[in-house]
Structure formats: C-alpha cells, structure tokens
C-alpha cells in the first residue's frame, strides 16, 4: 500500500510531538508540493523528483521577491529530508533516496553574536541597572543579571527557561539546583564538583541535566537566598519584557546595535542573541559540541541514536573558556576587574 507524503507529514510530526513553529514549517512545506502537482507515493520518491521539486520552490520564492530564495530552498529540502528519514527508521521504505546537495546561502542570523569585550561590557554595566520600582528583595537587580548573562553563556538557555515572562514558560527553580557530584538522573559518567543544574526547553520540551562549572556555581551561590524555597525561581529582575530590559543594559554598556546584513539597518540586540553568542563559542572551543549543548536535532540515524555526545557536551561546558569578566566572582572577587583590578563603576 503507498503512502502520500501528507499522510507521513502527518504521521512524522505526531510522532516526534514537534513544537508549533516546527509543525507549521512542515505544513508549509507540504502546501508547496501540492501547488507544484506532487502526487508521487513517499515509496517512489527519486532524486530527480525531489531536484524538480526544490528548484520549482527556489523558482517560486525568486518570482515573489523573496529576500532569501536560496534558504527557503533548503528549509523545504530540510523538512522533505526529515520526514523520508523517520519513514524509512519506520521501514514505511525500503532505503532512503538520494537528496540534492543544499544551495549556497546567506546565514544572515548566524553573523549575529555578541564578542568577549562586549559581554564584559554587559557584565560590568548590571553595576549601573536602576533599582526597579517596588524592587523589594535583598539582592540588587544586577547581581541576578549578572547570573542570567552567565548562565546565557554557558547553555545557550531560551529567555523563558531563564525567566517565566508567560504562562507556558518554566523557568529553573531552587529545586532544579543540585549541588552533589553525580548527576541527579544517574546518566552521566562524569561527575561535576560544582554540581548540576536541570532545566527544560520552551520550544521543544527536551529535559537537560548539565553540569556546572566553576563560573556558573559561584554565580548561581551568590543569588541563593539564606530562606531558600524550593520552588521559587532561581533568576529574578527580568519583568514581564526582559528584552526591554536588557536593551537597557545594552544603551548602560554602549554596546553598538546590530546591523542587518539585509536591509543595512541597525536593529536592538535581543536575549536570543545570547544563544547565538553561546553556540559560537562552543563550536569555537570544541566543534559540534554546540549541537548538544543548545538541544539541536541533528541528522543521521547513527548520529542521532547510537553516538555518545554527553561525554562531548561535559567536556565543554567545564572548559569552555569564559569572559574576563565573568571569572572575576569565582576567584573571590566581586566589583574589579580580575585582570587589573580596576573597580567596576558603583561596585557592590
């Protein structure tokens, strides 16, 4: 019996309970085949049908004046090649057909990331964050985005996971926090002396237990209440927009906007960009590591299923190198500089 491919659209992502974003590129996809007359089982795709069919989008997407044709191009090839892939694991077909090589294109988001000077920019300039109004807790709004930065860095975290600025979110709580050596679910090999940190994603939902490295267990120390509630949030001061926040951190530490390659224009940072800073770093430090360490999906049964890439992802995160500013807390030092020692503006 043949499969058409909007049934195994269908069934791919019901399978992998993909997040709505992710489902709504899918169907995308499965809208451009039907307008270009794919009616060709799943069981008979060639690569000759599946080149006609990526070059009728590119054509498409040139015809409609579309800013980046070429990526909209291989977002089809990537979302026709995931559901082939999961319909051949399922043995739907016999073997997988060839796919065209992906076209040249202009990763204008991945040119996105903050440098090292810059990120000591931001860290020194949560000294200068006003107090909120109605801020009634111990601790100076600065000091937790002072964590959240730190945190950023190294997890490459969605805002949400940082601060619950919307009912869907889950932020990490006191009870996520696991100060042990072995890792709380037993999985890891390597134990972490610092301790480990639990946290979900927003788009996805994938559940990560990570070990903390000395930089990130001095700065998740320094926010512990002494009253600790388990169930409180570990970060506090993000506002319901923390985007609106952190661009006034940006303006404190004169951090330039970003330009848009596109349209020449310059455009605010936004917390996002801190995950893009994270995986360049990582894959900086140690390639391909930014794959785990950011929860990507990747491609390739055998990658996906029998590599090892906890080992890889351990290894990163407790030698990733961090910015001068961020180690200046756990050598002791809270308010200098801890290469100069030169004092913060109004340091604690």
């Known amino acids: 019996m043949s499969t058409n491919l909007e049934s195994a659209v269908e069934n791919y992502i019901r399978a992998r309970s993909l997040s709505q974003g992710s489902r709504d590129e899918h169907f995308a996809t499965l809208r451009k085949w039907n307008r270009w007359g794919g009616g060709v089982p799943v069981e008979e795709l060639t690569r000759r049908v599946i080149r006609e069919f990526l070059d009728w989008v590119h054509e498409h997407a040139v015809l409609d004046e579309g800013a980046n044709p070429e990526r909209t191009a291989n977002k089809a090839r990537e979302n026709l090649r995931a559901v082939i892939s999961w319909a051949w694991e399922q043995d739907l077909i016999e073997s997988l057909p060839r796919f065209p090589q992906p076209r040249p294109q202009r990763d204008v988001a991945g040119l996105h990331y903050l440098t090292k000077p810059e990120l000591n920019a931001l860290y020194f300039a949560t000294y200068n964050i006003p107090r909120p109004r109605g801020w009634d807790l111990p601790l100076s709004v600065?000091?937790?985005?002072?964590?959240?930065?730190?945190?950023?860095?190294?997890?490459?975290?969605?805002?949400?996971?940082?601060?619950?600025?919307?009912?869907?979110?889950?932020?990490?709580?006191?009870?996520?926090?696991s100060w042990d050596r072995q890792s709380p679910d037993g999985q890891a090999k390597g134990q972490s002396r610092w301790g480990w940190i639990y946290y979900r994603r927003v788009k996805t939902g994938k559940t990560f237990y990570r070990p903390m490295n000395r930089t990130v267990h001095a700065h998740v120390k320094s926010i512990m209440p002494d009253d600790l509630d388990p169930n409180a949030a570990v970060v506090s001061g993000g506002s319901s927009r923390p985007n609106t926040r952190f661009r006034l951190l940006c303006d404190l530490a004169g951090v330039k906007p970003r330009l848009n390659i596109e349209s020449g224009k310059e455009e605010p940072w936004q917390l996002k960009d801190l995950r893009k800073t994270c995986a360049t770093y990582y894959d900086e430090h140690m390639p391909e590591s930014s794959i785990e360490i950011l929860g990507h999906s990747v491609g390739g049964v055998t990658y996906r299923h029998y590599a090892h890439r906890d080992p890889l992802a351990f290894k990163a995160i407790m030698t990733i190198p961090q910015p001068t500013a961020f180690i200046s807390l756990a050598r002791g030092i809270d308010g200098e500089c801890p290469c100069c020692r030169r004092p913060f503006t109004n340091a604690e």
């Not at 000091?143 to 619950?164: E, M, P, Q, S």
């Open 142 to 177: 600065g000091r937790y985005w002072r964590a959240a930065l730190v945190l950023f860095f190294n997890y490459g975290l969605d805002t949400g996971t940082i601060w619950k600025s919307a009912p869907c979110h889950e932020p990490i709580l006191w009870r996520h926090i």
